[in-house]
């Protein structure tokens, strides 16, 4: 079995009526072992939990049963529209870190600054201005990650995976006042060809060791379906939603 045949095979497991720790644990063995082959430990590994159109039931169920088994974990909300069952009295108790993972509208800035201590998608310059202008008004400072568009593909966002295109969001970020780049983050290719996967995830490893900033570290990238490459080509966040919640609906 090659390794995408073997993950189609968890992900039919995961359709098969198994419960959620079923499924996280079935997920953090493919973790844990794509890490070891990788020579990486698996705890650098953050499990970001892309909560779009589940409840906080279902978000308080998964990160309980992430953090019983030791793992460090966020949620990512794409849909600030979604933002209010964040709020859910049991959510906030666990004090879990709050991403914003999916293409932001400028309009929507000030509902990400509200949500997020973190945003992943920053894919354009006037996004970058419109997060600091939401930042200063709220007094506040927030960590962003660069999108790059490593698969080609039109229908992603994302800065052309250039080094020069990088270093220039790079640098407008670092122009702000209230805005740190910690890493960059990219949607892997949408094929089945496992090379192409792969290259897609290693170029957003390249970028970052060309860019040589040691304040840009992170990797955003690797999901259900390629998390197993992702952690292989070096991701430090993993960002999770069917594998662990069940097929989504909506
Ligand atoms: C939904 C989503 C994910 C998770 O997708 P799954 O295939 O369900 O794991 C990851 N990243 C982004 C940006 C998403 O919108």
Do not use: W
């Not at 909300?77 to 709020?87: F, L, Y």
């Not at 709220?138 to 229908?155: F, I, K, L, P, Y």
């Not at 955003?220 to 998390?227: A, E, I, Q, V, Y």
Request: aromatic letters at 2%; charged letters at 30%.
């Amino acid at each position: 079995m090659d390794d995408r045949t073997a993950m189609r095979a968890h992900d039919g497991a995961g359709q098969g009526g198994q419960g959620l720790e079923g499924r996280i644990d079935a997920i953090l063995a493919r973790i844990d072992a794509a890490a070891e082959r990788a020579g990486r430990a698996p705890a650098d590994v953050t499990i970001l939990l892309a909560t779009k159109t589940r409840t906080a039931d279902e978000i308080l169920a998964a990160v309980t049963a992430l953090r019983e088994r030791g793992r460090r974990v966020a949620v990512g909300e794409n849909r600030m529209q979604e933002a209010a069952k964040h709020e859910d009295p049991r959510l906030l108790a666990l004090d879990i870190p709050r991403h914003v993972i999916g293409r932001l509208q400028t309009n929507k800035a000030k509902d990400a600054v509200a949500f997020a201590s973190v945003i992943h998608s920053v894919d354009r310059d006037d996004l970058i201005e419109a997060l600091e202008r939401r930042c200063a008004l709220a007094d506040v400072q927030r960590d962003v990650m660069v999108q790059v568009n490593t698969s080609g593909e039109e229908s992603k966002a994302g800065y052309a995976p250039d080094i020069e295109a990088v270093r220039g969001a790079l640098e407008r970020i670092r122009a702000t006042e209230r805005l740190r780049c910690i890493g960059l983050m990219t949607i892997g290719a949408n094929t089945a060809e496992e090379t192409a996967v792969r290259a897609s995830l290693s170029r957003l490893r390249e970028l970052r060791d060309e860019l040589g900033e040691v304040e840009v570290r992170e990797l955003s990238m690797g999901m259900s379906g390629d998390l197993e490459i992702a952690v292989e080509e070096g991701a430090t966040i993993v960002r999770l939603g069917s594998a662990v919640f069940g097929p989504r609906e909506a």
